[in-house]
């Protein structure tokens, strides 16, 4: 039980996901850091002669004395997967050709897997369970929310690459996945055989709640989610909704241009948000005078809303067309591009930070709520939260009645 023991040491719930923009050029980025390379002052060299040449010696001694059989390809991932692992930043990763197709499949809308969202504690490197699909095969087989990931297969979870363990994780349709988790108050690990199958991806879900109050809860920003939210927000609208809560409780971020199409539909025209790189080239996304909300807007947060939820939380408050109601968000304002390389595979890189629309940049500081609410304890561990007993939910919508 001690790896147990371990695994719990230093466990504080939090979570960042990666703010994503996809770029579908080859690599060519000119992101630069210090190295033990004898390259150009600040910049890299990896082809440098005494770089190669220790390369050289580590490979003649592992062919002479390394005593199981060697695996050629392992070890050529591994030596990518170590250079960008030694930038030091938890959210850069080297993706082999089928990791780089789970992640352009978790975002398309479908997928096949078992029907769970994890998070990763970037401080702890440990994954949680956030959120199990109704109905799918996770849920069928036991797992709950607040279950932390230990095992996939063989593979431990904890401080691995999240879309190395989502790769995992997914598989063939009728396959099946090995999943061992830490669940609080269980002694044990629990382990479970789930039989993946195709997920259809819904990130947003909405509802018509007392006194014409609608509510959409969007749980990530993928590429269906703008569809999804337009499409939920427009049939609330036709019931004679008189007021709005969105719910980004969880949301660990996503896409950059799913979020501000979602923005746009809400804001007034002007600036949704702004990055600017290592150079001070700035970028701009902005929404038009085309459509906005003029109705009471309420959004619920918390200290897991991370990334693109908090682009979004950032923008209405400075905006001032809405009152965030729930606890500090997370706190991260960086954005990671991901550069396809010419064979199949990717890698992820820090590129820039972003800012609110008043220049905010909330990396490492969070957005505080207009109206903090610790959600009720006693809820914090349930599967399933009534709309009546959530006191988030129930306070927002209070303030939307006033």
């Not at 349709?173 to 991806?201: K, P, W």
């Not at 999804?228 to 660990?252: H, S």
């Not at 799913?258 to 290592?278: H, N, Q």
């Not at 109206?371 to 006191?391: F, Q």
């Given at each position: 039980m001690n790896d147990k023991k371990q695994l719990w040491m230093g466990i504080a719930i939090g979570f960042a996901a990666t703010l994503i923009v996809i770029q579908a050029v080859m690599l060519g980025n000119r992101f630069l850091t210090e190295s033990a390379g004898k390259g150009e002052a600040g910049r890299i060299d990896l082809t440098d002669q005494a770089v190669q040449e220790k390369l050289t010696e580590i490979e003649g001694l592992m062919n002479d004395y390394y005593l199981d059989e060697l695996d050629s390809k392992q070890i050529e991932t591994w030596l990518y997967k170590g250079?960008?692992?030694?930038?030091?930043?938890?959210?850069?990763?080297?993706?082999?050709?089928?990791?780089y197709q789970s992640l352009r499949d978790s975002t398309n809308g479908s997928y096949c897997g078992i029907g769970v969202e994890i998070s990763q504690n970037i401080s702890t490197g440990i994954v949680t369970i956030t959120r199990v699909f109704e109905d799918g095969p996770a849920m069928e087989a036991g797992l709950c929310p607040g279950d932390i990931l230990y095992k996939v297969g063989d593979?431990?979870?904890?401080?691995?690459?999240?879309?190395?363990?989502?790769?995992?994780?997914?598989?063939?349709?009728?396959?099946?996945?090995?999943?061992?988790?830490?669940?609080?108050?269980?002694e044990d690990y629990l382990e479970f055989q789930v039989m993946r199958r195709t997920i259809e991806i819904q990130t947003v879900e909405s509802a018509m709640l007392g006194d014409q109050i609608g509510y959409i809860s969007i749980t990530s920003f993928d590429d269906v989610t703008s569809d999804q939210f337009i499409k939920a927000l427009d049939e609330l609208e036709t019931q004679g909704m008189k007021?709005?809560?969105?719910?980004?409780?969880?949301?660990g971020g996503g896409l950059v241009s799913s979020v501000c199409a979602i923005l746009d539909r809400l804001l007034p025209e002007g600036l949704i948000v702004y990055t600017e790189d290592k150079y001070g080239n700035r970028e701009e996304e902005t929404s038009d005078a085309e459509h906005y909300?003029?109705?009471p807007l309420a959004v619920l947060v918390n200290g897991n809303s991370a990334s693109a939820s908090e682009i979004f939380a950032g923008a209405i408050k400075d905006y001032?067309?809405?009152?965030?109601?729930?606890?500090?968000?997370?706190?991260?304002?960086?954005?990671?591009?991901?550069?396809?390389?010419?064979?199949?595979?990717?890698?992820?890189?820090?590129?820039?930070k972003y800012y609110t629309p008043k220049g905010n940049n909330i990396h490492g500081i969070g957005i505080e709520p207009d109206v903090e609410i610790e959600l009720d304890e006693a809820l914090e561990k349930k599967v399933v939260v009534s709309v009546e007993e959530d006191n988030q939910l129930q306070k927002a919508r209070e303030l939307l009645l006033q």
């Amino acid at each position: 039980m001690n790896d147990k023991k371990q695994l719990w040491m230093g466990i504080a719930i939090g979570f960042a996901a990666t703010l994503i923009v996809i770029q579908a050029v080859m690599l060519g980025n000119r992101f630069l850091t210090e190295s033990a390379g004898k390259g150009e002052a600040g910049r890299i060299d990896l082809t440098d002669q005494a770089v190669q040449e220790k390369l050289t010696e580590i490979e003649g001694l592992m062919n002479d004395y390394y005593l199981d059989e060697l695996d050629s390809k392992q070890i050529e991932t591994w030596l990518y997967k170590g250079a960008v692992a030694g930038l030091g930043d938890p959210y850069a990763a080297y993706y082999t050709e089928e990791e780089y197709q789970s992640l352009r499949d978790s975002t398309n809308g479908s997928y096949c897997g078992i029907g769970v969202e994890i998070s990763q504690n970037i401080s702890t490197g440990i994954v949680t369970i956030t959120r199990v699909f109704e109905d799918g095969p996770a849920m069928e087989a036991g797992l709950c929310p607040g279950d932390i990931l230990y095992k996939v297969g063989d593979m431990e979870a904890t401080g691995q690459d999240l879309t190395m363990i989502v790769s995992k994780i997914k598989g063939e349709e009728n396959t099946e996945a090995f999943i061992s988790v830490v669940r609080d108050g269980e002694e044990d690990y629990l382990e479970f055989q789930v039989m993946r199958r195709t997920i259809e991806i819904q990130t947003v879900e909405s509802a018509m709640l007392g006194d014409q109050i609608g509510y959409i809860s969007i749980t990530s920003f993928d590429d269906v989610t703008s569809d999804q939210f337009i499409k939920a927000l427009d049939e609330l609208e036709t019931q004679g909704m008189k007021g709005l809560i969105v719910d980004l409780r969880d949301n660990g971020g996503g896409l950059v241009s799913s979020v501000c199409a979602i923005l746009d539909r809400l804001l007034p025209e002007g600036l949704i948000v702004y990055t600017e790189d290592k150079y001070g080239n700035r970028e701009e996304e902005t929404s038009d005078a085309e459509h906005y909300f003029d109705k009471p807007l309420a959004v619920l947060v918390n200290g897991n809303s991370a990334s693109a939820s908090e682009i979004f939380a950032g923008a209405i408050k400075d905006y001032e067309i809405g009152i965030l109601v729930g606890t500090k968000t997370y706190g991260k304002g960086i954005v990671q591009k991901i550069y396809p390389l010419s064979d199949g595979t990717a890698v992820k890189l820090t590129v820039s930070k972003y800012y609110t629309p008043k220049g905010n940049n909330i990396h490492g500081i969070g957005i505080e709520p207009d109206v903090e609410i610790e959600l009720d304890e006693a809820l914090e561990k349930k599967v399933v939260v009534s709309v009546e007993e959530d006191n988030q939910l129930q306070k927002a919508r209070e303030l939307l009645l006033q």
